[in-house]
């Protein structure tokens, strides 16, 4: 992954988190695993541990401890109301963002 990649992953992954936690609950290796399968393949878990660990203290998911046949419980994140509004909000900023950019892509036209 380039720098720059990294760069602006690094103030969208949040929103990307929230997104995927939107679809359906899911723990912290189930994540990192869609990340990479969609071509985040440089991503290190630690990062989405410690994004689910805020995102945890700010309220925007609720956790469920799942028993797991292969360790410790695991734990399942969903979105609740508090995150869903902040996705909503993460949208809004994306797509002022990405229409503004693509006007500066396009000549500012």
Known sequence: MSKQMT???KGTLEGVVLAILALRPAYGYEITSWLREQGFADIAEGTVYALLVRIEQRGLVDVEKVPSEK???RKVYSLNA???EQLEEFWRTWS????????L????K
């Open 96 to 103: 002022f963002l990405a229409e503004r950019l693509e006007q």
């Open 105 to 108: 892509h396009r000549g500012g």
């Open 82 to 84: 508090q995150g869903h």
């Open 71 to 73: 360790g410790p419980p």
């Open 7 to 9: 760069e602006m992953l």
